[in-house]
Every structure is written in C-alpha cells, then in structure tokens.
C-alpha cells in the first residue's frame, strides 16, 4: 500500500435525479415518440448499471421536431431583434452555472469521464460558451458578415459523445444566437445531458420550438440530416459518418459544417520545456480517455531527447490514477462503451502485431465496466495503423524526428489535419512550424485547451467549417 | 570583495560528481543555461490541479501527523526574547497539550527556528528531545554582508549548538549572473556549518523568473546544500505551489542523475491544513513517498501549527474548536 493512500473521495450522486424513461423533447414539451418509434438504454459505463430508457425517434418523431423548429424559426425566434435573444441565452448561460455540480455529476455518471474534468473543464466551457454567443447576438452586424446578416432557419445537429453538453453548447450557442432554431440529436449512449438541457430550455422559458432534442441512434441522425424541411446540417464526429452525411446532403441547398476525427502530432523539440511537455503529453492523450477528436495522439519528439523523455513520461504516467470517474482524485475514468472499448482492443492488438513496443503503468482496473489503461506505443512508425487511425482511446504512438523539416513532414503525413501542438522555449521556432502545420489548431507549449473566442475546426478529412469565436457564427447566418 | 576564503570545492555530495560543471565560471553557465526551460503558464496549471486532490479522512489524518513533523516552528523577529523561544521549545515537543498521550499522540515538530543570538537558549530548551536546533545565518534576510561576517555568522550559530544552518544566497550576484560566486558563498558556508545540515535559502520572490528558481535550485545543490528552501518569510511573494514545484523537480532530477537526496522547504505564507496537504500531494506526485520524510521536506512557518492542530482535533471528535483551545506558542 502507498504510503500517502488517498482515501476515496467520491462526489455524490444525490444531487441528480434521473428518470426511469424519456421522451423526446419537441416544442417545448417532452413527449411520446411516434407508433414507429422504439426505445433504448443509456448505461453508466464504469458499472454497466442501466440509467434510464431512451426514446427512439423516427422519420414521424422527426417530421414533428422539424415542424416544430420551423414554426418557431418563423413566427418567434427569427424575427425577435438580437438583443431579446441574447436574453434568453446569457438566462441559459446562468442556469447552467447554477446548476454545475449537478451537470457535472450527470455527465460524468452518463459518460465515464472523470468529474475533475466535468466539473473543471466541461461545464465551465459549455456556460462560457453560452455567455460568449449571447454577447454576439445583437452585434451580428459588426461581425464581418455584412451589415444585417440574417439566420438560415432550421438547424439539424447531430454531437458526438465524447463532451457530450460541451459539443451540444457548440452547436446550439451560436445557432441560437444568429436567429436559427435547433433540432439536435445527442449520441445515444451519452443523451442524459441533453435532455437535461431540455429542462433548462423550459426554466429559462425559451419559446417552445427553438430547441428541440430529439435522441436516437444512426438511424434518427440519417432521418434528421436527410429530412428536407432542415436548411443546415452541422455534425462532429466520426469521418465515417461525415462522409456519408456530404454524400446525402449533395446537391440539396442544406449548408453543412463537418467537425470529424483526427490523429494529431503533438512535436517536441530539444529545447522544450521538459516537465511542462510530460503534463502537455499526458494533457494531450489521456485527457478524458483520449475520446477527443483533437487528441495529440501522435507524440513526436526529437530523437536526441527521446529516452529521457520517455522516461518522465512513464514515471508521469504511473501517477495516473485510473477508476471510478466520480472519485474526486480519478484522472482517467471509464471507457465509453463497450463498442469503443473493442475498437480500442483491436488496433492496440494491432500495434503489438505490426511491432511497437506497449507499455503501460501497473494499474487495477475495476471488474465491471468498460476500462482501458494508459498506454504508449514506442518504436511506432508513419507505416503502422496505430500511426494513422483515429485510435479515440488513451493510447499515444510515439515517434522520432531529427530535423524540424522531418516533423513537419511527418505531422502533415495524414488524411486529418484537425490539431497539433509545438513544443519548445524558442518563439522564433513556435511561428515557424505553426505555419507550416496543416492543422486547424495548433497550440504552443500547452495542449487541449479551449476557449470560446477562439474558432475550431479542420483541414483535409478532419472536415470543414469552423465552431467557435466570431468565426463560428459564419456557419449560422446566410450572407 | 575582500575574501580570504580559498576557492573551495564541496568535499562530497552531488557537486563531487559533477564537479565538471562548477569548475568554471563558464561551465556553470553552460550548465545552469542548459537545463530546460520553465514554462510558467504550465507549471502554474500542473500546481493548480495538484491542488484539486481532495484529502479526506485517513488520508487526511496521515497528511496532518506528517504536516506536524515537518514543521519548522520559527520565531524570526526582531523582538524575540530568549522567554518568547523557550515557550516555542515548549510548543515545539508538546504542541497540542491535550493530545500527549492516548493512542494517537500529538507528534513533535521537526526544528525550531530561531536567529543565531537565541541559538543556545533553544538548545537548552530542546536538550534530549529529539528536535532540531535551525538557526537563520548568513546575515538574514538580505545576505547583503561581506564573506567573512556571513562565516562568522554561521559558526558563531553552529558553536552555540545549531544543528541545522538555514543560509540565503547573494541574490545580487545571482542576479548580475556570478553564478560562480554564488556557487563559491555556499560551499564556504557549507564547510563553517561542519557537521550541521545546510538549507539553502533561494529567496525565490527576488529571483523573477521560475528558470531562475530552477537555476538556483541547482547552484544550492552542487554546493552542498542539504536542503533547499524557497523563501526568508521577509519578502513577498514567498513560498507558492508552481514555486515548489519548480524546487520539488531540481531534487528529483539531481537524485535520477545521482542517487543524492535533497530536502525541500518552503517557508513563508503557508498558513493553513488545507494549503500544506496541498504541498504534500505535490511532494508525493512529483518526487514520490521517499520525500514524505522531514529529512527531506519541511515546512517553515509560525501560524501552519495551529491551524493543523486544529484539524487534528477536528478529526478526532468531529468538531471545530476554537483558536482557545490550541496554545498561542
């Protein structure tokens, strides 16, 4: 036993209070689903416990969620001036606040992912975001989009489940703030927050309509992005499916933006500072699993420090604590779902095959539930699998460089081009390689952070359009 | 500068083995100039979440009885009396009279810290007791005196029965970048010390940057300090987490390097339980539990005791007592 043993420390769960069932949330009411609609279960992933049975909606469910967007889209909410709106969002955006603790624990409890980061990262940011849009609402015509761009109407949304209330806030914040109403699909194995959502959509008295939540699997999603009553279609997820929703929307007028996978380089040069690039690493690969689209999940390091590197890194590492995401101490919580975790599984058995070297820290991990150690790939290179697909796990694939030239080459050696990061105390280096990266983000000398002013978004098959920022609102108006 | 102190070299200890990088004004430069740069931005995050665990119950426990014995009671003040010390020396062995005896005793501190002129009153006091004797040296808290006064200091503390030196560096040099000169102070003050421990006090809120503090943090090292210690408690701000951190790191870099082991202190501006678990966690995660010791870490601080007193009590009966019911020193 350690000799400082931190004694458990878990949040409470009684401050939510999740239903036995739901239904969909359309025109401001929750309702039944459809005759053609079926139902499904949302577990908690760190014991398999069941949490609540989900409606599924079908093409009945989605008509009337459109419906009702476009009613509103055209009676209430396109034509209120900017600054009512803004009203209503910066309401949202206290609610959300003042009802954190709460969020969080449900997040965590829906997802897997540790509290610290709900609580630290998630929440703040999806309020953060929320304020941010409210505050462009009526100052669209100083935005750069002409003097009175005007919304496109009805907005469909599909989110992923990785950040499950921070991807929603990214879709509906600026959707709202531009004059649009929402039809938005949460991934099914994470919905709890979304509808939750609902909830706050009807305390801070939105017109019914503005917001519609409609929960489902790929099915609801194809029926949503598909329907033609619907003028945008904004997605994140998996490249996959972003492939497939550009296909089925070409050659409609539907606008769409795409935030999809990636396999990002997070380079470190010998000058870095070495400590702070072990925290930026780690910060990049395990951060919420590695479940994120921008993951550094290729660690590129310059050869001439790589073994000391690696080293503090694995010493770093073997301080991770890994288990119950409620535990106010947990770094790194459950795997999403079982589906994942195979994925996972599969090319990390992959990797072994194709000859790099894993390690992982000793680690217990719980019997029940879907869980993963951390764990690096060394001797990895650009011609592995595990060096070119979107692992979305807490997996890192570490190679060499010698020469800037050569890190470059190699971080742009991909199909994605959604993040990366720089690491070295030399500015002059820092602007040179940023240029060069063809990456929507590039973060110098610190990894995954996000910020509401500043725009997302990818190169290549990373996708298109940006989120985010005053860049983020071109999405949502026609100009 | 009027010296008579011959160039000497630390006799063993982590600057005997890289004793290449102290052997030139220029190589310790090189070195000092070499090591990797601090990022503030992200030693600042990686302090903030260290300071995110939450502590409770057992852990909590363990951490205050820790906390305890590493305290440094200090009384640093011009109006120190030898009865202000002997009531801290009193403090010092017994510092929650009411939890003496019984299964879970009250552990003594570590040291008491007093000016060199109350050295022996402390020693008399601490005779027997198992608790150190630190004595302030060097001409705290400015070090702005010449060599030899600085000598005579430390040995005019270490005769009266000091057992530990806490000495500040000549931040003007550091500063005018005489990294050697620096280097050359300490060592001379480590030979006056002979057998007593030296904390080599940085004073970190002079220094401005943290490659600074990561600089100096070396320099104490390859001198021969046994100790590294952030702040006099005379100069804001004193001791902070990234600061800490920032020390915790150069200790555990010079013992993956050379097996040598160095203690940290901060001292200055901890004041509550909450704030030194919060130390403790980044000592635990960043160095490991070897440093979990008051041989190798320490807290210096006046007001720390009480208020882990209090939690302690706070723990044993499930209330809060008041400031009444813990002794004022």
């Known amino acids: 036993m350690p000799l400082f043993d931190y004694a458990p420390a878990p949040e409470s769960r009684a401050i939510v209070d999740i239903r036995a ?30 949490l609540a049975e989900i409606a599924e909606a079908g093409p009945s469910d989605v008509d009337r969620a459109v419906a009702a967007a476009r009613h509103a889209y055209e009676t209430v909410w396109g034509r209120m001036p900017g600054a009512a709106r803004a009203k209503y969002l910066f309401r949202i955006a206290r609610i959300i606040q003042e009802r954190a603790r709460e969020l969080a624990v449900l997040e965590s409890i829906d997802n897997g992912k540790p509290i610290r980061e ?15 849009y409210a505050g462009w609402a009526d100052k669209l015509g100083h935005a750069g989009f002409g003097e009175k761009p005007r919304p496109i109407g009805v907005a469909g949304q599909v989110i992923p489940w990785n950040f499950p209330l921070l991807m929603l806030a990214w879709k509906i914040a600026p959707a709202l703030a531009c004059g649009n109403t929402v039809v938005l699909k949460p991934a099914e194995t994470t919905p709890l927050s979304a509808l939750a959502f609902a909830e706050i959509c009807r305390q801070a008295e939105l017109p019914p309509g503005v917001v519609n939540i409609i929960t489902g699997a790929g099915g609801t999603g194809k029926a949503l992005v598909e329907h033609p009553g619907v003028d945008k279609v904004a997605f994140t997820g998996s490249t996959e499916v972003g492939r497939a929703i550009a296909k089925s929307v070409a050659g409609s007028a539907k606008r769409v933006t795409l935030e999809l996978g990636g396999k990002a380089a997070n380079i470190v040069f010998d000058d870095a500072p070495i400590d ?94 879907f869980w993963f150690a ?27 460089f010698r020469t800037p030239a050569e890190a470059v080459e190699k971080a742009n050696n991909t199909p994605y081009g959604l993040s990366a990061g720089v690491w070295t105390e030399k500015g002059s280096r820092i602007l040179a390689i940023a240029d060069k990266l063809r990456a929507g983000v590039v973060w110098a000398n610190t990894f995954n952070k996000f910020d509401p002013a500043s725009p997302f978004g990818g190169y290549k098959e990373s996708g298109y359009g940006r989120e985010g920022g005053r860049h983020g609102l071109e999405a949502y108006l026609a100009h | 500068m009027t010296t008579t102190v011959t160039r000497a070299r630390p006799a063993s200890g982590p600057g005997g083995e890289l004793s290449e990088v102290t052997r030139s004004d220029a190589a310790l430069r090189t070195f000092l100039h070499g090591l990797p740069g601090v990022d503030a931005v992200g030693v600042e995050a990686r302090a903030a979440m260290l300071g995110t665990r939450s502590i409770k119950t057992t852990a909590k ?34 510092p929650d009279a009411a939890s003496v005896t019984g299964d879970t005793p009250c552990p003594p501190v570590a040291a008491v810290c007093v000016y060199p002129s109350m050295v022996a009153t402390a020693v008399e006091e601490l005779r027997g007791s198992g608790i150190h004797v630190a004595s302030v040296a ?28 806490d000495m500040v560096i000549n931040r003007g040099a550091f500063l005018a970048g005489r990294y050697l000169e620096v280097f050359e102070e300490i060592v001379a003050v480590k030979q006056a010390c002979g057998s007593a421990h030296l904390k080599v006090i940085l004073e970190t809120g002079e220094l401005g940057t943290y490659d600074n503090v990561r600089r100096a943090s070396w320099i104490g090292m390859l001198a021969g300090g046994d100790f590294i210690k952030t702040s006099t408690g005379k100069v804001q701000p004193a001791a902070t987490p990234p600061v ?32 030194a678990i919060k130390y403790l966690v980044m000592v635990n995660e960043t160095c490991g539990e070897r440093w979990l010791d008051p041989d190798l870490f320490r807290f210096g601080a006046s007001t720390l005791l009480n208020d882990l007193l209090m939690q302690r009590q706070k723990l044993a009966t499930g209330r809060y007592a008041g400031p009444d019911y813990v002794t004022l020193d």
């Open chain 2, 244 to 275: 800490t951190l920032v020390m915790l790191e150069a200790v555990r870099d010079l013992a993956d390097a050379t097996g040598h082991l160095i203690g940290v202190k901060p001292a200055g501006g901890i004041r509550t339980s909450k704030d």
């Open chain 1, 21 to 50: 069932s739901y239904g969909l949330f359309i025109n401001g009411e929750f309702v039944e689903p459809g005759g053609d609609a079926g139902r499904f279960k949302t577990i908690n992933p760190a014991s398999e416990e069941v």
């Open chain 1, 374 to 400: 951390p764990t690096i790939f060394t001797g990895v290179s650009q011609a592995h699998r595990i060096a070119r697909e979107e692992i979305f796990g807490p997996v890192l694939s570490v190679l060499t």
């Open chain 2, 138 to 165: 060097t001409a705290f808290p400015s070090g702005q005196a010449p060599l030899p006064v600085k000598i005579a200091d430390t040995e005019a503390a270490v005769a009266d029965g000091a057992d530990e030196i």
């Open chain 1, 276 to 369: 702070q690039a072990v925290e930026g690493i780690v910060n990049g690969i395990f951060f919420n699993q590695g479940h994120v689209c921008c993951a550094g999940s290729r660690l590129l390091v310059q050869e001439s420090i790589a073994d000391h590197l690696l080293d503090s890194l694995k010493r770093r590492m073997a301080r991770l604590r890994v288990g119950d995401p409620l535990d106010k101490n947990t770094d790194i919580g459950a795997i999403n779902s079982a589906a994942q975790l195979a994925r996972i599984r599969e090319l990390s058995q992959v990797g072994a095959e194709e000859g790099a070297e894993a390690w992982s820290p000793p680690c217990e991990l719980p019997s029940r539930g």
């Open chain 2, 61 to 94: 426990a363990f951490a205050i009885d820790l906390a305890i014995r590493m305290v440094d009671l200090t009384t640093l003040e011009g109006a120190d009396t030898h009865g202000k010390v002997r009531a801290l020396c009193a403090k010092a062995q017994r």
């Open chain 1, 118 to 132: 709900s609580r630290d990262v998630d929440i703040p940011l999806v309020a953060a975001h929320f304020f941010y």
